[in-house]
């Protein structure tokens, strides 16, 4: 939604557009558009060909912009006339002027945008009842570790970005209570995250976002957080293991005592979703069983738990394409929901029954009563009716619905 509103804003004033997220709304193949613009991550790839050539067979121009065709230009380029490499906001009003000249090029690539002179979004082209939360925006962009597994920073070539603070209070204003920051780390720069999260303190607004498990370790910064209104967090733990947070370079989680990270995040009334990702190369299966138990005795409100999956454009991706490891070339399947590449320590189906079983286990509803139960000890009841509880239900329903819980039940990991 956000990116789809950025790049709409940095269209030139002679431009007209409409955003359609297929999640919400049909795509109409006979609207009456002069060119086609589709953004699109790896797993999603194969329909944004599918909808490229479609257009193109009917004479429309379509660009290409997002993730997957920054990072395979070439392949991508087969069902576009143009792809927008990185970020739109430079790109796109060069490539407005060069489709009214009849000279649009094969590829964009620009700077980093500066966050100092981001445009202001139109939100009335999103249709905000169909969203969750519609109050989204960014603080930073980016970030500057080196995770193997993340196409996040390479995107951002490393590098992370803020916008000025007066902007952000400015736009938080125009936007109702709950907030959603879609930033990749918010605290990343901590020294601007206090700054930020003081002057949020007088807007009374009650927000969420993603940040490392490193706010738990600066005291004030934690404190301003809560303050400011923060609920709840996105934090990638990834591993309990320290092999394999060295084997990813995920080195901003090593040697870090997760149990008392979570205690003291929720002693400030803040909700954890929690990111694990299995399939490292030092994982065995009883990695499943060892999650499992932390997740529930830190009573961890959300989970999101992954299967390792190796997306183009990050080092994991270029050293399992050179070792030959990657079997499945269906980027479909590149969803977190497949296995795509052959585990060194487990067999495939282990890997891909253990996280639907972790899935399983932890979505129970018996587990789901268990910590909303536990979280009303230190959660205001207002963020778990509004969003602990519908999350839950939520991944509950969408892993029913793409058959992990009817996995889940081929894995026993006492035989491990």
């Known amino acids: 939604m956000l990116p789809s509103l950025y790049v709409a804003a940095s269209m030139p004033h002679y431009v007209d557009t409409k955003i359609i997220d297929e999640d919400v709304e049909a795509i109409d193949f006979n609207i009456d558009a002069d060119i086609i613009g589709v953004s699109f ?4 790839a194969p329909r944004a060909y599918e909808i490229g050539d479609r257009f193109r067979a009917k004479g429309k121009k379509v660009i290409f912009g997002g993730y997957h065709p920054t990072f395979m230009p070439e392949e991508a380029i087969r069902h576009a006339d143009s792809v927008c490499l990185g970020e739109a906001e430079l790109n796109l009003p060069k490539m407005m002027e060069d489709f009214r000249a009849n000279r649009l090029k094969p590829f964009y690539q620009s700077e980093l945008v500066n966050l100092d002179n981001l445009p202001e979004l139109n939100r009335s082209l999103i249709q905000k009842k169909a969203y969750f939360i519609s109050n989204v925006l960014q603080a930073t962009r980016g970030c500057h570790n080196h995770c193997t597994f993340c196409s996040v920073a390479p995107f951002n070539r490393y590098k992370i970005r803020t916008r000025p ?6 736009e938080l204003k125009s936007l109702g209570r709950y907030i959603l920051f879609m930033d990749d780390n918010i605290t990343l720069n901590r020294e601007y995250a206090k700054e ?9 607004k009650k927000w969420f976002s993603q940040c490392g498990v490193g706010i738990a370790e600066d005291d004030e910064l934690l404190h301003l957080a809560a303050k400011s209104g923060c609920q709840g967090l996105f934090i990638g733990f990834e591993s309990l293991s320290q ?20 205690r003291k995040i929720h002693s400030k009334g803040i909700a954890i979703c929690a990111a694990f990702v299995f399939g490292c190369d030092e994982d065995g299966p009883d990695v499943f069983a060892q999650t499992l138990d932390f997740l529930l005795e830190a009573n961890i409100e959300t989970l999101q738990s992954t299967r390792l999956t190796p997306f183009p454009g990050t080092p994991l991706f270029n050293k399992m394409k050179k070792d030959g490891r990657l079997f499945d070339k269906d980027w479909s399947h590149y969803d977190f929901f497949h296995v795509v590449y052959q585990p060194l320590n487990m067999d495939i189906e282990i890997l891909d029954y253990g996280t639907a079983w972790v899935q399983k286990e932890f979505y129970s509803y018996r587990n789901i009563i268990r910590r909303v139960t536990k979280s009303t000890r230190y959660l205001n009841p207002d963020t778990i009716i509004r969003a602990i509880l519908p999350i839950n239900l939520g991944y509950r329903y ?10 889940g039940q081929s894995f026993h990991p006492e035989r491990f």
């Open 41 to 44: 991550m790896t797993y999603n």
């Open 165 to 170: 603070i007066g902007k952000v209070l400015e």
């Open 196 to 204: 930020l999260f003081k002057q949020m303190i007088p807007l009374k």
């Open 243 to 262: 092999q394999s947070l060295s084997a990813w370079k995920k080195e901003c989680n090593r040697k870090r005592d997760y149990l008392e990270i979570v």
């Open 398 to 407: 969408k892993l029913s619905s793409y058959g992990a819980l009817n996995l």
